[in-house]
C-alpha cells in the first residue's frame, strides 16, 4: 500500500487583521500518495495559494492538522521544496551561487551537494551558464535556474505556486517537458498550483478541483492512464485531453 | 576624398549609412562641448569686463582675473590646500559616517519591528527638524572643533538616510520572505544573504544624496565654529569685504563636490555592474 506524502484532516484558514476576517479556506481534507502528482486547480481567491503556504509550514492552519509524511508540519519542513511564480534570483550572485540558496540555507552547501545542483543544471540544459549573472538569461532560463534552486535541496515533497505562469507559452511547454523529465526516475511528490487546465491536465495524475469563497474541494479527478503516459506536449493532442478539459472548464465555472 | 576629420568621426562604422549615422551624433556631441565652453568663455569674459568697465563693482562682486590672483597668491603663502584639505576631509568623514550609521540604524529597526514601531514619531521628528539648528548643542558639547563640524555633517544624513534605507529594506518583495522562509532561513539570514544586499543600490543613491548633504553640513559648521577650512574663508572674505576670497572658496567647494559626485557615481557603476537596469 502506497504511503501518504501529504493528509490534511479538517484543515481551514482565516486570515485576520485590523479590519476584518477573511475565511479562505474552509474545512478540507485531502490525501496525496508518496510518488504522485497532483494539481490544485480553481478560480482566483478559492484558497489554492493557501493549502501551498500552509504546506510549507509558512503559515498555519486555523484548524485541523497537516501530516506530511505522518509528521505534523509545524514550520517549514527540509523534505520539501517552494517554488514561486517569480524566479527570485538574486541579481548579484552567479548562477551557481543561486542555485546553491536553499542548501547554505539549510546549512548543506558542500561539495557534494554543490556538485549536484551543478548536475541538475547540466540536466536542465544550463550548463554553460554557471558563470553568468541571472541578468544575462532570458525569462525561460532564469525560470529553469529557480527550478534548479528547488531541487537542489532533493526534496521529497516539491510545491510548485503556478511556476511557468509568467513565461511565454513556447517556454511553458519546453519547462513542462523539463519538469516531467527531471521527476521521472526520482520518487517525488509534487503539488503544483495553477489556474491554466491545460497544464494541470498535461501534467498531473489528480487534479483537484476548488471553489468557492471560502475555498472549498469541489471534485477529484483521476487522469486517464494513456494522458499521463504521455508527454506534456503529446498529452496535449490526445482525444481525451479535451473532453477532460471542457469537463474541469465546466466544473470551474459553475459558480 | 574623405577628408580626415570626417574619417575619424565615423571610426567604427559598419557601413556608409552607419558613417553618417555616427558623424552626425558625434559632430552634436562636439557642438555640445563647444556650446558648454563658450557659455563658461562668456560668463567670465562679461564678467571681467563688466567689473573693469564700471557695469558692476568689483568691490562687490570681484572679478575673475582677481580671483585667479588670490588663487596663485594664497596657493603659494596663505595655505589655500591646507583649507582645502580639511573641508574635504570632514566633508567625506560626515557622509560616509552618516550613511553607514544611517544604514546602521536602519538594520537595527529592521531587525525588530517592535522597535520600528516605538522609534517611528521620533524619526519623524528629527527628520523635519532643520538640523543645522543643532549646531549650538555640537558646540557646547564637543567642542569647538572638527568634531562638531563633523557631527553637524553627520546629523544632516543619519535621519534622512535611516528612514530611505528602512523603505528600501521593506520594499524587497515578499516573495523573497516566502523563498527564504520555505528554505527555513532564519530573520537574521534572511536579512544579510538578501535584503541588505537587494538595497546596496539603495544604499549607494543615499550616498550620491549625502555628499551633497554633508558639504551642507560641513559648510554651515565652519560657519559657527572653524578656525580654517573653505567655510570659514567664507566667513571671513565676507567679515573683511574681500568679495574675491568668497567667490574663490565657493568656486573651489564647487569643483570639489562636483569631483566627489564624479567618483560616488563611478563607484556605483562598478558596484552595480551586474544588476539589472530594470527594477
Redesign the interface.
Known amino acids: 500500500m502506497a504511503t501518504n506524502a501529504l493528509e490534511a484532516i479538517d484543515v481551514s484558514k482565516t486570515y485576520l487583521s485590523r479590519q476584518d476576517q477573511v475565511t479562505a479556506l474552509a474545512p478540507i481534507s485531502f490525501r496525496i500518495p508518496s510518488g504522485s502528482f497532483v494539481s490544485f486547480v480553481g478560480a482566483s481567491g478559492c484558497g489554492k495559494s493557501t493549502i501551498l503556504s500552509l504546506v510549507a509550514g509558512l503559515i498555519s492552519p486555523t484548524s485541523g492538522e497537516l501530516r506530511l509524511f505522518d509528521e505534523p508540519i509545524k514550520r517549514p519542513s527540509p523534505r520539501i521544496s517552494y517554488m514561486l511564480q517569480q524566479d527570485c534570483l538574486l541579481d548579484w550572485r552567479t548562477v551557481s551561487e543561486n542555485i546553491t540558496l536553499g542548501l547554505s540555507f539549510r546549512g548543506q552547501n558542500n561539495t557534494k551537494s554543490a556538485s549536484h545542483a551543478r548536475y541538475l543544471l547540466g540536466e536542465l540544459g544550463l550548463s554553460h551558464t554557471l558563470n553568468q549573472y541571472p541578468s544575462q538569461l532570458s525569462g525561460g532560463m532564469r525560470q529553469r535556474v529557480a527550478l534548479v534552486r528547488t531541487l537542489a535541496v532533493q526534496p521529497e515533497l516539491l510545491l510548485l505556486d503556478e511556476p511557468f505562469s509568467a513565461l511565454d507559452y513556447q517556454n511553458k511547454l519546453h519547462l513542462e517537458e523539463l519538469l516531467v523529465n527531471v521527476l521521472q526516475g526520482r520518487k517525488m511528490t509534487a503539488l503544483l498550483v495553477t489556474h491554466d487546465l491545460e497544464e494541470a491536465i498535461a501534467l498531473s495524475d489528480t487534479i483537484l478541483v476548488m471553489g468557492g469563497r471560502p475555498g472549498v474541494l469541489r471534485r477529484i479527478i483521476e487522469v486517464p492512464g494513456e494522458i499521463r503516459k504521455a508527454s506534456p506536449l503529446a498529452a496535449r493532442s490526445q482525444p481525451a485531453f479535451r473532453s477532460l478539459f471542457n469537463e474541469l472548464w465546466k466544473e470551474i465555472e459553475t459558480p | 576624398m574623405i577628408p580626415r576629420w570626417s574619417r575619424w568621426l565615423a571610426r567604427g562604422a559598419q557601413s556608409p549609412i552607419h558613417a553618417n549615422y555616427l558623424i552626425q551624433l558625434r559632430l552634436r556631441d562636439f557642438w555640445v562641448i563647444i556650446s558648454r565652453i563658450a557659455l563658461l568663455i562668456l560668463i567670465l569674459g562679461g564678467w571681467e569686463w563688466a567689473t573693469r568697465s564700471g557695469w558692476l563693482d568689483p568691490f562687490l562682486f570681484g572679478s575673475p582675473s582677481k580671483i585667479v590672483d588670490l588663487f596663485w597668491q594664497m596657493t603659494s603663502t596663505g595655505g589655500l590646500f591646507r583649507d582645502i584639505g580639511i573641508t574635504t576631509f570632514e566633508t567625506i568623514g560626515g557622509f560616509i559616517l552618516g550613511t553607514a550609521s544611517g544604514v546602521a540604524l536602519a538594520s537595527l529597526i529592521w531587525a525588530s519591528p517592535f522597535l520600528s514601531r516605538v522609534l517611528d514619531p521620533y524619526l519623524v521628528v528629527l527628520n523635519s527638524m532643520p538640523k543645522v539648528a543643532l549646531g549650538p548643542l555640537f558646540i557646547v558639547t564637543i567642542g569647538a572643533g572638527y568634531g562638531s563640524i563633523i557631527a553637524m555633517a553627520i546629523a544632516i544624513t543619519i535621519i534622512i538616510t535611516t528612514l530611505v534605507i528602512h523603505t528600501a529594506f521593506q520594499n524587497v518583495?515578499p516573495?523573497?520572505h516566502?523563498?527564504?522562509?520555505?528554505?527555513?532561513?532564519s530573520r537574521r539570514?534572511l536579512f544579510t544573504?538578501?535584503i541588505f544586499?537587494?538595497c546596496?543600490p539603495d544604499m549607494i543613491a543615499a550616498l550620491k544624496v549625502n555628499v551633497g548633504l554633508a558639504w551642507v553640513g560641513v559648510i554651515v559648521g565652519e560657519f559657527l565654529v572653524a578656525k580654517e577650512g573653505l567655510g570659514y574663508l567664507i566667513i571671513y572674505g565676507f567679515q573683511v569685504f574681500n568679495l574675491n576670497l568668497v567667490m574663490l572658496s565657493l568656486l573651489i567647494i564647487a569643483l570639489c563636490a562636483t569631483l566627489m559626485y564624479i567618483i560616488v557615481n563611478a563607484l556605483e557603476k562598478r558596484l552595480l555592474r551586474?544588476?539589472?537596469l530594470e527594477n
Open positions: 518583495s516573495d523573497y516566502r523563498l527564504a522562509r520555505s528554505f527555513g532561513a539570514q544573504t538578501i544586499p537587494a546596496i551586474h544588476r539589472q
